[in-house]
C-alpha cells in the first residue's frame, strides 16, 4: 500500500502563486510517475502535469509556462509550483503515484486551491 498526503492548497489572487506539495509513503519500491490532477466543480477531473522517476516532465497545455512540476531528491515527494494563477485553476488537485511494480496507481485525498479577488 501507498499513502499521499497533500499540501499546500488555499486561496490565492488571480496572478498570485501557490506551492503544492505531495509525499509518498509506505512499501513500495523502484520505478513510478507521480502527477497532479485537478477537478473543477462539475467538471471532468484532468491531468495537469506530470513527472517520471527520471524526471521527464509532461504539462497540460493550460498550464504550460505557468506551472512547473517536480520531485524532490528522495523520489518520494512532489512539487507543483503554480504562477500567474488564474480563476479558471480553482479546483481541488489531487496528487497520484502510478508504481510499476503494483501495476496500480494510487491517489491522495486532494487539497483545495481557489483562486479569487
Known amino acids: 500500500q501507498v499513502q499521499l498526503a497533500e499540501s499546500g492548497g488555499g486561496l490565492a489572487q488571480p496572478g498570485g502563486s501557490l506551492r503544492l506539495s505531495c509525499e509518498a509513503s509506505?512499501?513500495?519500491?523502484?520505478?513510478?510517475?507521480m502527477a497532479w490532477h485537478r477537478q473543477a466543480p462539475g467538471k471532468q477531473r484532468e491531468l495537469v502535469a506530470s513527472?517520471?522517476?527520471?524526471?521527464?516532465?509532461r504539462y497540460a497545455d493550460s498550464v504550460k509556462e505557468r506551472f512547473t512540476i517536480s520531485r524532490g531528491n528522495t523520489k518520494n515527494t512532489m512539487y507543483l509550483q503554480m504562477n500567474n494563477l488564474r480563476p479558471e485553476d480553482a479546483a481541488v488537485y489531487f496528487c497520484?503515484?502510478?508504481?510499476?511494480?503494483?501495476?496500480?496507481?494510487?491517489w491522495g485525498q486532494g487539497t483545495q486551491v481557489s483562486v479569487s479577488t
Open positions: 509506505g512499501n513500495f519500491y523502484g520505478v513510478n510517475t
Open positions: 513527472v517520471t522517476f527520471s524526471g521527464d516532465t
Open positions: 497520484n503515484i502510478y508504481v510499476i511494480a503494483h501495476r496500480r496507481t494510487y
